[in-house]
């Protein structure tokens, strides 16, 4: 069974916290939206909604938010003032550390906490293509972008497999948190391809790097400058 097989792999102390970790009620994170919003002023919109915060535990742009429950429903998410997000995510976005003017692919984009970061990192400028395989996912991830405001990102349907047109170098990444192990490593060749490449996120590899993040598994950002 699965517990015999954790505890074969991690041994049973390690199963055992991974166990009670699994058990413990998660804690609601928002994701201020530079965008739009300081994390004052987010956190002013929220008390003045009825929910109490208190700050993130590793990023600035974090509120946890005190209740849990639905918050799909506040006018502070409807005007796109934050986006519910697990901390952990924030990391394989900061790790690519996005700039203004740059392109970015990112190769596994629902529901688009990473890509909405990315672009607001970015301050909205530069280009994002934001791929997407599952269209039910597609669609939450264009809400998103919408409500968030995001203005330079394209959503697209599929796999990031084949050629674009892009005449300038290329950044990737590949941000799945659903499943685990390496998905896949973006690469440019004279800034004008891109594709998945392998599943190991080879240190050989010219100007690519991996960061393992965990927030429903263990997946893996990559990145890869021409």
Do not use: W
């Amino acid at each position: 069974n699965r517990f015999g097989a954790q505890v074969v792999h991690d041994g049973l102390d390690m199963t055992v916290v991974l166990c009670e970790y699994d058990n413990q009620i998660p804690r609601l994170v928002a994701r201020g939206n530079a965008l739009s919003c300081t994390t004052p002023a987010l956190v002013a919109a929220l008390r003045s909604e009825g929910r109490e915060t208190a700050p993130g535990r590793y990023f600035p742009e974090c509120v946890e938010i005190a209740g849990g429950g639905d918050v799909t429903r506040l006018q502070s998410f409807e005007n796109g003032l934050f986006q519910v997000q697990d901390e952990s995510t924030l990391a394989a976005v900061r790790l690519l550390d996005p700039k203004p003017g740059e392109q970015i692919v990112d190769m596994c984009a629902a529901p688009g906490g990473k890509t909405t970061y990315a672009a607001a990192l970015m301050g909205g400028k530069g280009f994002i293509r934001a791929f997407e395989v599952a269209p039910a996912r597609a669609e939450m991830l264009r809400e998103n972008v919408r409500r968030l405001g995001v203005p330079n990102c394209e959503v697209l349907d599929g796999e990031a497999t084949a050629t674009t047109g892009t005449n300038a170098g290329l950044r990737g990444v590949t941000p799945s948190t659903g499943g685990s192990g390496v998905q896949g490593i973006a690469t440019a060749t004279s800034g004008t391809t891109y594709g998945v490449y392998g599943q190991v996120a080879s240190p050989a590899g010219r100007g690519v790097q991996g960061l393992s993040t965990a927030a429903n598994g263990t997946g893996v950002f990559g990145v890869a400058n021409t």
